[in-house]
């Protein structure tokens, strides 16, 4: 019996992957490389000593989808194939929506033709909106988003809520990341954003081995404890773990459930740029700008459910984090881009 990861070459679902095929679970992988690229498998392989099997395919095709059900025993899905960038989602709403929804679409109908029930999706803490009171716990009120991208995120957690209690879907769990980070402790894997990042930790890791000149920090007149904004930041492989345990959690039972996955800490811009400088060796110069539209000043997890339901609790802090994203990029330059 295998695991489908749909987006599983991307910067979750290969750090998955890897923590997968380490517990000894056969993986299909399902990805169309718009963001990541063939190298990343080869670096799965050579860091699990595992081989997994392989399909470039848009997940927007149902006889590509088909295909892979019929060809494999497959009896869950971890769901990562997605469009994911929050600005261009807000530039391009009709590409995000009609891609987002279509995926998931295509995929249920697979996997309900296949007769595989179980599915954990790959959520994301910005379901919550802009108001919710810090910690979130799973019973904060959802929404209103702030951009197309994650209001496909609330729209597909909808539609796959409804699909288990229609008996469309057997059990599904629906993972809300926080801010994921770093990188597996090889430096052979890691986030290679397209482009310059629109995230933190790889825009200071991009400062750092001196691809950019400067680090903007977005606004220190924020409510916080040193003005700039807060996020509950977590080790990717951490994450990469969660998703085995919700995997076991979801096949066990017949229900649909929402975890926060998040170390339940927040820390600022200038703790985050400090702890990479201290991790690093190496200078992080920044400047501080205008605040950038759409953030928030604080968002950090109540994680306790996912430690309950789950028994999946961080175990990597903010320097390992940083030690991590360090390795990967002064490894890798310029990402995976051919050497
Ligand atoms: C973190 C903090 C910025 C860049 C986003 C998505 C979210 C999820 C995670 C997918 C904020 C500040 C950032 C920079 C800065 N993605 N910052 N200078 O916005 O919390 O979440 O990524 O699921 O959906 O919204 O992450 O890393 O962009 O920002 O000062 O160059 O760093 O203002 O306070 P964010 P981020």
């Given at each position: 019996?295998?695991?489908?990861?749909?987006?599983?070459a991307g910067f979750i679902g290969s750090h998955t992957c890897v923590e997968?095929?380490?517990?000894?679970?056969?993986?299909?992988?399902?990805?169309?490389?718009?963001?990541s690229k063939?190298v990343v498998l080869d670096r799965i392989r050579k860091i699990s000593?595992?081989?997994?099997?392989?399909?470039?395919?848009?997940?927007?095709?149902?006889?590509?989808?088909?295909?892979?059900?019929?060809?494999?025993?497959?009896?869950?899905?971890?769901?990562?194939?997605?469009?994911?960038?929050?600005?261009?989602?807000?530039?391009?709403?009709?590409?995000?929506?009609?891609?987002?929804?279509?995926?998931?679409?295509?995929?249920?109908?697979?996997?309900?033709?296949?007769?595989?029930?179980?599915?954990?999706?790959?959520?994301?803490?910005?379901?919550?909106?802009?108001?919710?009171?810090?910690?979130?716990?799973?019973?904060?009120?959802?929404?209103?988003?702030?951009?197309?991208?994650?209001?496909?995120?609330?729209?597909?957690?909808?539609?796959?809520?409804?699909?288990?209690?229609?008996?469309?879907?057997?059990?599904?769990?629906?993972?809300?990341?926080?801010?994921?980070?770093g990188a597996h402790p090889s430096g052979l894997i890691g986030e290679d954003?397209?482009?310059?990042?629109?995230?933190?930790?790889?825009?200071?890791?991009?400062?750092?081995?001196?691809?950019?000149?400067?680090?903007?920090?977005?606004?220190?007149?924020?409510?916080?404890?040193?003005?700039?904004?807060?996020?509950?930041?977590?080790?990717v492989v951490?994450?990469a773990?969660?998703?085995?345990?919700?995997?076991?959690?979801?096949?066990?039972?017949?229900?649909?459930?929402?975890?926060?996955?998040?170390?339940?800490?927040?820390?600022?811009?200038?703790?985050?740029?400090?702890?990479?400088?201290?991790?690093?060796?190496?200078?992080?110069?920044?400047?501080?700008?205008?605040?950038?539209?759409?953030?928030?000043?604080?968002?950090?997890?109540?994680?306790?459910?996912?430690?309950?339901?789950?028994?999946?609790?961080?175990?990597?802090?903010?320097?390992?984090?940083?030690?991590d994203?360090?390795r990967w990029?002064?490894m890798n330059?310029?990402g995976y881009?051919?050497?």
């Open positions: 019996m295998a695991v489908l990861l749909t987006g599983g997968l095929l380490a517990a000894g679970r056969d993986v299909v992988v399902a990805d169309n490389f718009s963001n063939p000593g595992r081989d997994f099997v392989f399909y470039e395919t848009d997940l927007r095709d149902a006889d590509g989808l088909r295909r892979i059900f019929a060809e494999n025993d497959i009896d869950a899905v971890i769901h990562f194939a997605g469009l994911k960038a929050v600005g261009e989602s807000v530039a391009k709403p009709l590409y995000y929506y009609s891609h987002n929804l279509t995926v998931t679409f295509e995929l249920c109908k697979a996997m309900r033709e296949a007769g595989c029930g179980v599915m954990v999706f790959s959520s994301s803490a910005t379901v919550y909106g802009q108001n919710g009171k810090m910690p979130l716990g799973e019973d904060s009120p959802l929404g209103p988003t702030t951009n197309p991208y994650g209001e496909t995120k609330l729209m597909q957690e909808r539609i796959i809520t409804d699909l288990q209690r229609a008996g469309e879907l057997r059990s599904a769990v629906l993972l809300r990341y926080f801010n994921p980070i954003p397209n482009g310059i990042p629109n995230n933190l930790l790889p825009y200071i890791s991009q400062v750092a081995v001196g691809k950019l000149p400067y680090v903007k920090v977005y606004g220190n007149d924020y409510p916080t404890r040193d003005g700039t904004g807060v996020r509950d930041y977590i080790h951490d994450l773990r969660a998703h085995l345990k919700a995997l076991d959690y979801a096949a066990r039972k017949s229900c649909v459930r929402a975890f926060n996955i998040g170390t339940g800490t927040g820390y600022s811009v200038l703790d985050v740029i400090k702890a990479f400088r201290d991790a690093s060796g190496k200078k992080v110069p920044y400047r501080t700008v205008h605040r950038r539209p759409g953030d928030v000043a604080e968002c950090y997890a109540d994680p306790s459910l996912a430690a309950h339901e789950l028994r999946w609790k961080a175990e990597y802090g903010l320097s390992r984090m940083c030690e994203a360090y990029q002064s330059p310029r881009e051919e050497q």
